[in-house]
C-alpha cells in the first residue's frame, strides 16, 4: 500500500495590500457640503449656518468645520461677504480654476507643442461658435479688444473675448488653462519677431469681422491660420517648442 501523500500547503499570496487610509473628518464636512452644493440643493448666493451650528449636525467639533469650510473657500465655492461671520456659497471664477488646471498641467511638463496643438484643435471651432452665437455686447468688447495695442496682455484678452461670445461654458473654461500657459511665450514673441504684433492684429481684425458678419466659416479659417502663424512666431524666435512650460531656460 503506498503511503498516503501529504497535502499541500496552500503558497502565500504574493500580493500586497495598501494600507486603508482613513480621511480626516474635515475632508468629509466639505465633502458632504459639496455635494449639496453641486446638485444646487444649496443654490448659489444662500449663506451657510454658523460654524457651531454646522458642527451640531455634522457630529464634530467646531475647529473641524472650520477646516472644511476653509477649504472650500480656497476653491472658490464659499466666500465670506465683508462685515458677515457667515459663509455665502458662489461660483468659481474661470480664472481661479483655470490657474489650478494650468499649474497642475505644468507639473506635468506640458510643452509649448502641447498648448499649440491644443490650441490648434479647440480656437477654430470656438471662433465659429462666436460667429453663430454673438451678440452686439460681445461684439463692442471684441471691438474694445481689437482696438489696443497688441501686447502679452491684449493677446489672451482677445481669444478670451471669442470665447465670451460663443456664450458656451464649457468652451470659455476650456480655453483659459491654456491661454494662462501662453502667456509666458507671448512676451518673449513679441520681444523678438518685430512683426508678431502686426500679423497678430491682422488676424485679430479679420476673425472680428468674420464673428460679426456672422460668417463661421471665415471665422474658423482665419483662427485657424492665426494659431499656426504662433507656432511660426515661436520657431522665429527660437523657443523650443519640445521645453516645458515653466521649465528654466
Same mark, same amino acid.
Given at each position: 500500500?503506498?503511503?498516503?501523500?501529504?497535502?499541500?500547503?496552500?503558497?502565500?499570496?504574493?500580493?500586497?495590500?495598501?494600507?486603508?487610509?482613513?480621511?480626516?473628518?474635515?475632508?468629509?464636512?466639505?465633502?458632504?457640503?459639496?455635494?449639496?452644493?453641486?446638485?444646487?440643493?444649496?443654490?448659489?448666493?444662500?449663506?451657510?449656518?454658523?460654524?457651531?451650528?454646522?458642527?451640531?449636525?455634522?457630529?464634530?467639533?467646531?475647529?473641524?468645520?472650520?477646516? =472644511?469650510?476653509? $477649504?472650500?473657500?480656497? /476653491? #472658490? *465655492?464659499?466666500?465670506?461677504?465683508?462685515?458677515?461671520? +457667515?459663509? @455665502?456659497?458662489?461660483?468659481?471664477?474661470?480664472?481661479?480654476?483655470?490657474?489650478?488646471?494650468?499649474?497642475?498641467?505644468?507639473?506635468?511638463?506640458?510643452?509649448?507643442?502641447?498648448?499649440?496643438?491644443?490650441?490648434?484643435?479647440?480656437?477654430?471651432?470656438?471662433?465659429?461658435?462666436?460667429?453663430?452665437?454673438?451678440?452686439?455686447?460681445?461684439?463692442?468688447?471684441?471691438?474694445?479688444?481689437?482696438?489696443?495695442?497688441?501686447?502679452?496682455?491684449?493677446?489672451?484678452?482677445?481669444?478670451? =473675448?471669442?470665447? $465670451?461670445?460663443?456664450? /458656451? #461654458? *464649457?468652451?470659455?473654461?476650456?480655453?483659459?488653462?491654456? +491661454?494662462? @500657459?501662453?502667456?509666458?511665450?507671448?512676451?518673449?514673441?513679441?520681444?523678438?519677431?518685430?512683426?508678431?504684433?502686426?500679423?497678430?492684429?491682422?488676424?485679430?481684425?479679420?476673425?472680428?469681422?468674420?464673428?460679426?458678419?456672422?460668417?463661421?466659416?471665415?471665422?474658423?479659417?482665419?483662427?485657424?491660420?492665426?494659431?499656426?502663424?504662433?507656432?511660426?512666431?515661436?520657431?522665429?524666435?527660437?523657443?523650443?517648442?519640445?521645453?516645458?512650460?515653466?521649465?528654466?531656460?
Amino acid at each position: 500500500m503506498s503511503p498516503r501523500a501529504a497535502p499541500k500547503r496552500p503558497t502565500a499570496a504574493a500580493t500586497e495590500f495598501e494600507p486603508i487610509r482613513v480621511e480626516p473628518a474635515y475632508r468629509k464636512v466639505a465633502a458632504a457640503l459639496l455635494e449639496r452644493i453641486t446638485d444646487r440643493t444649496i443654490s448659489e448666493g444662500a449663506r451657510l449656518p454658523p460654524e457651531i451650528e454646522l458642527a451640531r449636525q455634522f457630529g464634530v467639533h467646531r475647529g473641524t468645520v472650520r477646516e =472644511a469650510l476653509r $477649504e472650500l473657500e480656497s /476653491n #472658490g *465655492v464659499l466666500k465670506r461677504e465683508r462685515g458677515s461671520k +457667515l459663509m @455665502m456659497v458662489t461660483r468659481p471664477a474661470r480664472g481661479t480654476v483655470a490657474a489650478g488646471v494650468s499649474r497642475a498641467l505644468a507639473l506635468h511638463d506640458v510643452t509649448y507643442h502641447d498648448v499649440w496643438e491644443a490650441l490648434t484643435a479647440i480656437e477654430p471651432p470656438i471662433a465659429a461658435a462666436a460667429a453663430r452665437g454673438r451678440r452686439a455686447s460681445d461684439l463692442a468688447r471684441l471691438d474694445a479688444v481689437v482696438d489696443r495695442d497688441v501686447d502679452v496682455e491684449q493677446t489672451p484678452e482677445f481669444f478670451r =473675448a471669442v470665447g $465670451e461670445a460663443t456664450h /458656451n #461654458g *464649457v468652451f470659455m473654461l476650456a480655453h483659459e488653462p491654456l +491661454l494662462q @500657459m501662453l502667456v509666458p511665450a507671448l512676451a518673449t514673441l513679441i520681444e523678438k519677431v518685430p512683426q508678431a504684433s502686426a500679423r497678430i492684429a491682422t488676424a485679430q481684425k479679420r476673425i472680428a469681422a468674420a464673428i460679426r458678419a456672422k460668417d463661421p466659416v471665415q471665422a474658423e479659417e482665419w483662427m485657424a491660420k492665426h494659431v499656426r502663424d504662433f507656432r511660426r512666431g515661436f520657431e522665429i524666435a527660437r523657443i523650443s517648442l519640445e521645453k516645458p512650460i515653466g521649465a528654466g531656460s
